[in-house]
Nanobody, 119 residues
Framework: QVQLVESGGDLVQPGGSLRLSCAAS????????MGWYRQAPGKQRELVAT???????NYADSVKGRFTTSRDHAKNTMFLEMNNLKPEDTAVYYC?????????????WGQGTQVTVSS
């Protein structure tokens, strides 16, 4: 079984910073890509950032220059540094991991962590 556990969500004022973490556990799972997605109330889930095993990153235009994602391969953990947060960043943030497990492509999600940006 594969588990993804997010942490770090909180209430923060506009202009503030937060660091989210996503810890992956499970056997026989070769992760190729990990990503952060978010879903605000009444809106569809959207991509925030992705990072490959090789370290290539991709960001949504709305977060470029403010958010940075990274991975600690030894600990199977991914991070999202969020700076200059805006009220429109308020959402539940989800971690995703995609890769090969037992010869098949698999896709897993965490339970989400709430980020609220408000004064």
């Amino acid at each position: 079984q594969v588990q993804l556990v997010e942490s770090g969500g909180d209430l923060v004022q506009p202009g503030g910073s937060l660091r989210l973490s996503c810890a992956a556990s499970g056997n026989a799972f070769n992760i190729y890509t990990m990503g952060w997605y978010r879903q605000a109330p009444g809106k569809q889930r959207e991509l925030v950032a992705t990072i490959t095993t090789g370290g290539s990153t991709n960001y949504a235009d709305s977060v470029k220059g403010r958010f940075t994602t990274s991975r600690d391969h030894a600990k199977n953990t991914m991070f999202l540094e969020m700076n200059n947060l805006k009220p429109e960043d308020t959402a539940v943030y989800y971690c995703n991991a995609a890769g090969e497990r037992f010869g098949a492509w698999r896709d897993y999600w965490g339970q989400g962590t709430q980020v609220t940006v408000s004064s």
